[in-house]
């Protein structure tokens, strides 16, 4: 009565399945199982190739557009200070339009943006 006797599981005189004997009742049980699943869902996601990028890489993708509208502002706007003596209103103005045009480039790319896909041929509001 150790446990690993064959007859305390009730299994009586029969022999233990070979190898062979396993993989063909696993290959059956596969078919079943792939028979009554149900098909998968269509993809609905809103971009086309979405599914290929990684949630972390567009994170950073996202953050780096945002950040470079940012800092190209600055520079334009140091540069406008710098040459026309403009200081500090030329740094105030590109910074901001640098945000803003990071935060567009957000909207853009997430598929936040709003602007509605028309057909070329189309014409009229």
Same mark, same amino acid.
């Not at 890489?57 to 520079?75: C, D, K, R």
């Not at 003596?85 to 030329?90: A, I, Q, R, V």
């Not at 567009?104 to 896909?117: E, P, Q, T, V």
């Given at each position: 009565m150790s446990g690993n006797d064959p007859k305390d599981e009730g299994q &009586? =005189?029969? +022999?233990? /399945?070979?190898d062979s004997e396993l993989s063909a009742r696993l290959r059956r049980l596969e078919t079943q199982i792939d028979r009554k699943r149900p098909p998968a869902a269509p993809d609905l996601s809103p971009r086309p190739g979405s599914s290929d990028r990684?949630?972390?890489?567009?994170?950073?993708? @996202? #953050?780096?557009? %945002? *950040?470079?509208?940012? *800092? +190209? &502002?600055?520079? @334009?706007g140091w540069l406008c200070d710098h040459f026309l &003596?403009?200081? /500090?209103?030329?740094? *105030?103005?590109?910074?901001l339009l640098g945000f803003v045009t990071g935060v567009?480039? *957000?909207?853009?790319? #997430?598929? %936040? #943006?709003?602007?509605? =896909?028309r057909p070329k041929d189309r014409k009229g509001p």
């Open positions: &009586g =005189d029969r +022999a233990a /399945p070979t990684s949630s972390l890489g567009q994170a950073m993708t @996202l #953050s780096t557009e %945002f *950040i470079a509208g940012v *800092i +190209a &502002g600055g520079i @334009l &003596g403009t200081k /500090p209103w030329g740094m *105030i103005v590109f910074v567009y480039n *957000i909207m853009r790319l #997430s598929g %936040f #943006s709003g602007a509605k =896909d």
